[in-house]
């Protein structure tokens, strides 16, 4: 069992790694590709400095909190897109049947499927986070629970991506539900918690759970208290184990394509 | 020894059914109706250690259906499948250690890598040592004359040069079932023929079984000993290509040139298929007639050369997909 998962996490370093040096055979593509989306982050932080000049609390949140908030949604989108790039063109892998190679493979199909390219673009929003982080507060305790939380939330919206993905499996084209979900999931997610209440708060912690991948990990790291990092690991426990439940009840109903497909 | 056996193997898919215009399209987005297709229907079959089979048939005939529920791409709806005494529906994993695929029309190579990087990166899949890949990449690399491109990346490769190497890359942990799924689409003749000499050749020194299926009359009859034909889902056929090529369809096919024109009509058991200035072709059935009935019909004294033949193997294949149609 452990040699297996060994052997899984090798491969996926060799995934990422033979992607990433396909990613780099164009450099300007690769080096514009990660300061433009730096800088597409940084300007979405203008609005909030105008904001928060006339006002010193939005949502429940100081303009510091914003800023780790935007940290912290960065960094968890990031790492999400940069390892898992395929969670979210899943839909399409199902449909066009491109799961066949890995289906004749002895690793984890789901696994080998989802890391098999990568973004990098991510990689700006992955740095864009780490650069709110020493602006937040650069402690070694805050830069741990950071890494912590930003890598359970990748979990969290990679299985979410999965899960509605997943749905192809028995309802065909359903890309557009996917795509919707991803893109509340991020959002929403860079707005204060405290402006939305009610069901949507309840949506929040539940069915779309930006709640758990990014509010909780503010809370986490602006005012630590153990029991919200149990949820947070508790979240992403169950998140990850639902969406391999769904994937692989789904697999069943595969039903492949002779299309043609290239690994590119 | 068999190391596959299929019993009574079925597979069903949901077609949702439109009809015709913009109505149709808003009808079935209403009240979608389905019909369900049967791909494969209860099918069985068993394959020995070391055979090298084609498992053939026309399109949507269902074999690559029935080779994807063998490699565990697919879950049958009924039946039995043992592969090296492996259920592919639960132990997949397991059973990829010991088969190799190759998909003509599906790439499985990274194409910005180096075929000798993508063969590294199937060791790692197959958690090979890496002193023992860098081994086989040489032993395979001979074999298959990888030499000339081993360090070229794969997108500058030609078809022929990506299929050898998507060979390979499926042979690096000596899989001991080959499943070939038109290996040979697009290539041109010279090629075609290089791929076969080195499957024949693989099959010789690895002892692996293969299971083949083509388009491609000439891979089959150069490369296969037995021969199972699929249509409509169900096997039409199961032979050795020997009963196939000589007593599936018992005919013959003379050409002969004449001294003179001569008038020949049709009789049973003999059909005139070509007939021009001082050359015909005739078509014998030899359940009804012989060889020296079709030659005295000919007149021995007038022939000035003659070739007797068996029936295109094309063709004969041609004959049971249209039986099976009917």
Redesign the interface.
Known sequence: MLMEVK?QI??IY??IK?AF??EL?NKFTFLSNIIFMIINNACFIIQWVILYSIKDEVGGYSFKQVLLLWGVASFTFGISRFFFKEAFNLTDTINN?K???Y?????SVLISSITSSIEVSAIGDMLYGIVMIIVFGFTLKNVLLFLLCGICGALIIVSISIIFSSLSFWFGKTEIISETVNSLMINFSVYPEGIFTGIIRVMFYTILPLGITTYLPVRIISDFKFIYLLYLIIGTIIFVLLAFFVFYRGL?????T??????? | MAVITVEKLSKN?KVKIKEKGFKGSLKSLIKPKYNIVKAVKNISFSIEKGEMIAFIGPNGAGK?TSI?MM?????PDKGKIDILGLDPTKE???L??S?G?V?G?????????TPY?NFK?FG????IPESIVEKKIEELRELFELDEFINNPV?NLSLGQRIRCEIVASLIHEPKILFLDEPTIGLDPVVKEKIRTLIKRMNKEYKTTVVLTSHDVSDIEKLCKRVIIVNKGQIVLDDTMENLKYHYLNKKIIDAKMKEKINLEDVDGITILKDKDYNLKLEVDLKKKSISDAINLLNTDKIVDINISNVPLEEIISEIYKDGDK
């Open positions: 052997n090798y491969a060799l995934s033979y040096q396909r055979l049947g799961l066949d190679n289906l004749v493979q002895p690793k069943r109903k595969y039903s492949s002779n299309l043609m497909n290239a690994r590119v | 898919f690559s994807k490699t565990g791409i697919l879950f997949r994993k397991k990829a250690y088969i695929c998909f029309q599906k790439e499985q190579l990274w194409t910005h890598l990087d990166f790692a899949i197959y958690d997108r």
